[in-house]
């Protein structure tokens, strides 16, 4: 209970950081983040208590070597976000997970055809990737992967089924990382830049998902598939569910959009307003029984949800801090320099930034701490580049990187859940996928590069 007061506080305190412009809010929230971690430390893995010892080394030597504790601040001011944005999601994940509508939906995606498999799988991993994140992800690819097993008819069907359900699955997924306004890609890196906001963004991240979505469907269509046919799903509620979700993910961006443009509440700042209360809408509208009685239960299951994220929030802690404050500790003169001796144009400097984040993800730096390093570092040195072309690399490279690194969670997950390993589910069999995708998104920053 403890550990949930001090989380629920931390998001608070985030909230007010952020409406006020005040970072002694951040510094309160910061230690009620740790009180957190300090008290679920027993249920800690090795990687989050290595990465949160190397986040405070590296906040001691950033001030030992000179960095102000204004700056200090901010870095902390931006990184805790993450987690205050993971307590108020934990609230949506445990209404949509007691959510009938989220299995009906869920079961209808997985049973399709193979013709419509892709698009129906993509859709529902990035729908429920919204509303549940990782949880989302999860609870898809174990309905998937107990409809193979239930449905294969010879050990090639399995295997095909099997390549093409997780690839459809992984791509939705991970696509959430191109715009969503609850994703933790773009809270990262939204506010290193000086001019641009969420919505400003929103048509080049938009534009990002098309391609990457239509990308990944010719890819599938390409690919083998079994010749057994597969009888259609039974329909009943299933539209109704699908579209009550879609509904959820657009009643939360539109009213926090709605809160920016309207009142001045930055969207950031509206999502930790309006997800709670959302999700609270939810649990009225979809479930029988007097709603006292239903508020009640969800602020209990919630309470008892939120320390389990612990291990999550001591890794976005520790490697959203480690990317802010690595950006601040590259210097700017050393930037420009290279830049200059190179005579490198804004579309490859973009070019090589989505290129570093997927190949330092192969020696397991996480896309968090080289996308903010490289975005804010580009931001620090002043460099002649739109800000939307900056997070259009930046995202480029890190959806490549959760793709195929063997040490990302959806890789590691998909590997799992399927039996294969990481290589297999990274590699061979997003490999050429990935790669297309990054090439795409390097051709793009160059023609922008030429039309500057």
């Avoid at 959510?99 to 399709?112: P, T």
């Avoid at 097993?149 to 939705?172: L, M, N």
């Avoid at 890794?315 to 700017?332: D, E, H, S, Y």
């Avoid at 050429?432 to 998104?441: E, H, K, P, Q, Y």
Wanted: net charge positive; proline share 6%; hydrophobic share 60%.
């Amino acid at each position: 209970m403890l550990a949930a007061a001090a989380l629920g506080l931390a998001a608070a305190f985030t909230l007010l950081d952020m409406l006020s412009h005040r970072h002694a809010f951040a510094l309160i929230a910061a230690a009620l983040v740790l009180a957190h971690v300090a008290l679920r430390w027993s249920r800690l893995r090795t990687n989050a208590r290595t990465m949160l010892f190397a986040a405070v080394a590296l906040g001691l030597a950033f001030v030992a070597t000179g960095g102000t504790q204004d700056a200090l601040a901010l870095a902390l001011s931006r990184a805790m976000y993450l987690p205050a944005l993971l307590a108020v999601m934990t609230v949506l994940r445990v209404a949509a997970q007691r959510s009938r509508q989220v299995g009906i939906a869920a079961r209808y995606v997985v049973q399709q055809p193979p013709a419509r498999r892709y698009a129906f799988l993509a859709t529902g991993a990035h729908l429920l990737g919204i509303l549940l994140n990782v949880g989302g992800y999860q609870l898809l690819l174990g309905i998937a992967m107990s409809q193979r097993d239930a449905s294969a008819v010879s050990e090639q069907a399995a295997e095909i089924r099997t390549r093409r359900i997780a690839c459809a699955i992984i791509r939705g997924f991970n696509a959430t990382v191109l715009w969503s306004p609850v994703g933790l890609a773009v809270n990262l890196l939204i506010p290193l830049m000086p001019t641009l906001d969420w919505l400003g963004y929103l048509p080049y991240g938009l534009t990002m998902l098309v391609v990457f979505t239509g990308l990944g469907w010719a890819f599938d269509r390409m690919g083998p598939r079994p010749v057994t046919p597969i009888p259609p799903p039974p329909r009943e509620g299933a539209w109704h569910a699908i579209l009550a979700l879609l509904a959820l993910v657009l009643a939360i961006t539109g009213t926090a959009a709605l809160l920016d443009t309207a009142l001045g509440i930055p969207m950031r700042a509206a999502i930790l307003m309006v997800i709670p209360v959302m999700a609270l809408l939810w649990v009225l509208l979809t479930e029988e029984g007097p709603a006292p009685a239903k508020a009640v239960s969800l602020g209990r299951q919630t309470l008892r949800a939120l320390p389990d994220s612990a291990n999550e929030i001591g890794l976005l802690v520790a490697t959203g801090f480690l990317g802010l404050i690595v950006a601040q500790m590259i210097p700017p003169d050393a930037v420009r320099g290279v830049v200059q001796a190179l005579s490198l144009g804004p579309g490859l400097i973009g070019a090589l930034i989505a290129i570093t984040i997927t190949a330092v993800s192969l020696l397991g730096i996480s896309p968090m701490i080289s996308g903010s390093a490289c975005a804010g570092a580009v931001i620090a040195a002043g460099l002649p580049m739109p800000e939307p072309m900056l997070m259009v690399a930046t995202l480029g490279g890190w959806v490549a990187a959760a793709l195929i690194s063997p040490m990302t969670s959806t890789v590691a997950i998909a590997a799992a859940g399927t039996g294969q390993s990481t290589s297999v589910v990274g590699w061979h069999w997003n490999g050429l996928f990935t790669l297309t995708f990054l090439a795409l998104v390097i051709a793009t920053l160059l023609g922008w590069q030429a039309l500057l």
